[in-house]
Structure formats: structure tokens, C-alpha cells
């Protein structure tokens, strides 16, 4: 009797443990508040490549000996990612020649920053980015009026 008793007791014990364990995987995945990324894309195609063209314009024209350009050029590469991932499965606009013209652009900059971390954009790679985002820019604007 004594040893049906431990017996039963035992596996009480062991299914209440299973019981509460399992509770607890299942609950803790709600403990925790989650937060999407911040974006800074507004939705509007023309507004946010003219807006990325922009700001991505100021920091590769940014002196090197100033302050916080390491930090905008972070800024920069989650920018572009920011960009690419917004527009880059939408078929109306990844088929434009805007968004090839910007999304070569983007790359450039964002491997060279990824590539090259220590050293300032070269005059080359400046040049041609600033061609191609006029470019953009106005591609753009014509095809919004």
C-alpha cells in the first residue's frame, strides 16, 4: 500500500512539474515587450528616394575629420538597408529604372562602407554616386507628375 502510494506521488510530482514547465515555455515568449524597428521610409516611393538621396548626399560630402561620421555612416548603411527592404518586393516600383538606378547606388555605398569601414569614399565612387542619385531624383519626379 505504502508502495502504491510513493508510486502514485511520484508521478503526481513528475506531471506536475511537466505541467508547469510547459506553461512556462509557452508564457514567457509574452513576458517580454517586442519592438519593431524603427523605419524612417514614409511609404511614398518618390519622397523616400529623393529623402535617401539626400541624406546619403550629406554624408559622403561630410568632411572626414568631423565628429559622429562614423556614426552617420552606420545611420547611412541601416538607411539603405531600410530603403532596399521597403521597395525591393513591391513589382510596381523594383521594376523601375529608378529603383535599379538607386538600388546600384545603394550598393556601392553600403559595400564600400561594410568593405572599407576606416577609409572615406573615394572621389570616383562620390562622383558617380552623385550622378546616380541626380539621376534618380529626377527619374523620380517625372514619373510622379
Excluded: W
Excluded at 559622403?60 to 562614423?70: F, M, T, V
Excluded at 523594383?94 to 550598393?107: P, R, S
Excluded at 554616386?129 to 541626380?134: A, D, H, K, R, V
Aim: with cysteine; charged share 25%; proline share 2%.
Amino acid at each position: 500500500m505504502i508502495s502504491a502510494f510513493h508510486h502514485l506521488s511520484k508521478r503526481l510530482v513528475r506531471a506536475a512539474l511537466a505541467i508547469c514547465l510547459g506553461f512556462c515555455l509557452i508564457f514567457s515568449q509574452y513576458a517580454y515587450e517586442v519592438n519593431a524597428a524603427k523605419t524612417f521610409m514614409t511609404g511614398d516611393f518618390a519622397k523616400d528616394t529623393i529623402s535617401v538621396s539626400k541624406t546619403l548626399r550629406e554624408t559622403i560630402d561630410s568632411p572626414r575629420e568631423e565628429k559622429g561620421l562614423s556614426e552617420a555612416e552606420k545611420e547611412a548603411v541601416f538607411l539603405i538597408s531600410d530603403y532596399i527592404a521597403r521597395y525591393r518586393n513591391r513589382s510596381q516600383i523594383n521594376t523601375t529604372t529608378t529603383f535599379t538606378t538607386m538600388q546600384t547606388a545603394l550598393n556601392s555605398l553600403s559595400g564600400h562602407y561594410k568593405t572599407f569601414a576606416n577609409r572615406p569614399v573615394p572621389e570616383n565612387l562620390k562622383d558617380r554616386l552623385n550622378e546616380e542619385f541626380s539621376k534618380a531624383e529626377k527619374m523620380v519626379l517625372k514619373d510622379n507628375l
